[in-house]
Antibody, heavy 119, light 106 residues
Framework: EVQLVESGGGLVKPGGSLRLSCAAS????????MNWVRQVPGKGLEWVAI????????YYADSVKGRFTISRDDSKNMLYLQMLSLTDEDTAVYYC????????????WGQGTLVTVSS | EIVMTQSPGTLSVSPGERATLSCRAS??????LAWYQQKPGQAPRLLIY???TRATDIPARFSGSGSGTEFTLTISSLQSEDFAVYYC??????????FGGGTKVE
C-alpha cells in the first residue's frame, strides 16, 4: 500500500523558515516524480513544486520560486520542502503527492501538514 | 499557463440523482485531464485520469468525458458518500500543473 506521511508543519513568524518532510513507502520511490501541492484552508489546490527522478530536475510555481527548495533522499525514501522568507500567503495545508514520470496525474497523496505563518 | 475553469461552483443534488460537472481549459490539454475528489479534512483522491479512465477502485458511477478544452465528470446516481468537492487538473503543459477552482456537490 502506498503511504505518504508529511511532517514538519507548524506556526512560524513572517520572514521565518520551515522544512517539511514526506516519508514514502509502498512503492519504488526512486522511480517516481514527487510534488508538493498546497491548499489554503477552505480554498482550492495550488501546485507548488516538482522534483524528477534522481533530483536533477526541479520546477516551481512562480509564487514560491526563489524561496522554496524541493529535494529528495532516495536512500531514505524522503521528500523535503525547505521554505524561506515565509509570508502569511504561504499559510496552507501542504500535501506531498506522487506522480509517475512523464504525462501523468497525481496518483497518491499524503494527508497533509498545516503551515501557519502569523506573528 | 493553462487556466482551468470549473462550473458550477456549487451543485445541489439529491441522492440518486445525476450530477454533471464541467471543466474548461484555456487551451487544449488533449486528454491529459484528471479529476479528484476531496472530502472535508481529507486529502484529494484521484478519480479519473486521461479524461475518461477511472482510477483504481473508483466505482463505475463515476465517468469522465471530453478532450481538448471541454471536459465533463458525471456521477450517474449520487450516493451519500459522493458529497464532496471535485477538482479538475491538467497535466498536459507544465510547469505549472494547474487545477480548476473546484465544484462543491452538496
Amino acid at each position: 500500500e502506498v503511504q505518504l506521511v508529511e511532517s514538519g508543519g507548524g506556526l512560524v513568524k513572517p520572514g521565518g523558515s520551515l522544512r517539511l518532510s514526506c516519508a514514502a513507502s509502498g512503492f519504488t520511490f526512486s522511480s517516481s516524480a514527487m510534488n508538493w501541492v498546497r491548499q489554503v484552508p477552505g480554498k482550492g489546490l495550488e501546485w507548488v513544486a516538482i522534483i524528477g527522478i534522481g533530483g536533477g530536475v526541479t520546477y516551481y510555481a512562480d509564487s514560491v520560486k526563489g524561496r522554496f527548495t524541493i529535494s529528495r533522499d532516495d536512500s531514505k525514501n524522503m521528500l523535503y520542502l525547505q521554505m524561506l522568507s515565509l509570508t502569511d500567503e504561504d499559510t496552507a495545508v501542504y500535501y506531498c503527492a506522487k506522480k509517475k514520470v512523464g504525462t501523468s496525474p497525481f496518483d497518491n497523496w499524503g494527508q497533509g501538514t498545516l503551515v501557519t505563518v502569523s506573528s | 499557463e493553462i487556466v482551468m475553469t470549473q462550473s458550477p461552483g456549487t451543485l445541489s443534488v439529491s441522492p440518486g440523482e445525476r450530477a454533471t460537472l464541467s471543466c474548461r481549459a484555456s487551451q487544449s490539454v488533449s486528454s491529459n485531464l484528471a479529476w479528484y475528489q476531496q472530502k472535508p479534512g481529507q486529502a484529494p483522491r484521484l478519480l479519473i485520469y486521461g479524461a475518461s479512465t477511472r482510477a483504481t477502485d473508483i466505482p463505475a458511477r463515476f465517468s469522465g468525458s471530453g478532450s481538448g478544452t471541454e471536459f465533463t465528470l458525471t456521477i450517474s446516481s449520487l450516493q451519500s458518500e459522493d458529497f464532496a468537492v471535485y477538482y479538475c487538473q491538467q497535466y498536459h503543459n507544465w510547469p505549472p500543473l494547474t487545477f480548476g477552482g473546484g465544484t462543491k456537490v452538496e
